[in-house]
């Protein structure tokens, strides 16, 4: 079992929907949790950080961490066809320590 | 946020050459820079930790020879692969973290090698 788990997709919706992308762990060491963005051929881009668990939001972005669950989401609201990437969990024990990725989540918002 | 600048973007190179990509922490100083390798539609696979004034830390099945590390500074990190061949075709990106926590990834170097 990986230490992070994401599902691959692809995951279709239609412009203007509301995307969940989600990630379950297994350390419940991890304290800092990450989501990135990934354009085909471009570095990953960091949308969200968070410590710990609860909320944290960013214009149409959400990030909810639940520790007791070992689960993290983003919610994206009002999809656009240019939030179509892949999604990459990412989390950590440590400030500065290596990262443990998902394998990432392609989204495709269609217009 | 925070910018880390990668160079080259694009490389092609002939099979035996060694190819130099650079990573530098543009607004920040980073002690210590991470770097990737990503496959086709794969997520990032961690190769080596590099520390400044350090050796750099290697992940298993990762040859120090073949892919040279060096952090000689805090805003400058290298990854040189020595003697490329056909099967090191990749995309590698290099990252720099806050003491934060929050780690920003260059925009990658995709290496052909021909």
């Known amino acids: 079992q990986k230490e992070v788990e994401q599902d691959p997709g692809p995951l279709s919706v239609p412009e203007g929907a509301i995307v969940s992308l989600n990630c379950t762990y297994s350390?419940?060491?991890?304290?800092?949790f990450m989501w990135y963005r990934q354009y085909s051929r471009k570095g990953p881009e960091l949308l969200m950080y968070?410590?710990?668990?609860g909320n944290k939001e960013d214009g149409r972005f959400t990030a909810q961490v639940d520790k007791s669950s070992k689960y993290i989401s983003l919610f994206i609201r009002d999809s656009q066809p240019s939030d179509s990437a892949t999604y990459l969990c990412?989390?950590?024990?440590?400030?500065?320590?290596?990262?443990?990725f998902g394998g990432g989540t392609r989204l495709m918002v269609k217009p | 946020g925070a910018v880390v600048s990668q160079h080259p973007s694009r490389v092609i190179c002939k099979s035996g050459t060694s190819v130099k990509i650079e990573c530098r922490s543009l607004d920040f100083q980073a002690t210590t820079m991470f770097w990737y390798r990503q496959f086709p539609k794969q997520s990032l696979m961690l190769m080596a930790t590099s520390n400044e004034g350090s050796k750099a830390t290697y992940e298993q099945g990762v040859e120090k020879d073949k892919f040279l590390i060096n952090h000689a500074s805090l805003t400058l990190s290298t990854l040189t692969v020595t003697s490329a061949h056909p099967e090191d075709s990749s995309f590698y990106i290099c990252?720099?973290?806050?003491?934060?926590?929050?780690?920003?990834f260059g925009e990658g170097s995709r290496l052909t090698v021909l």
């Open positions: 350390n419940s060491a991890f304290q800092y």
């Open positions: 990252s720099a973290s806050l003491n934060t926590g929050e780690l920003f």
């Open positions: 968070t410590y710990s668990s």
């Open positions: 990412a989390m950590s024990t440590n400030a500065g320590n290596m990262l443990t």
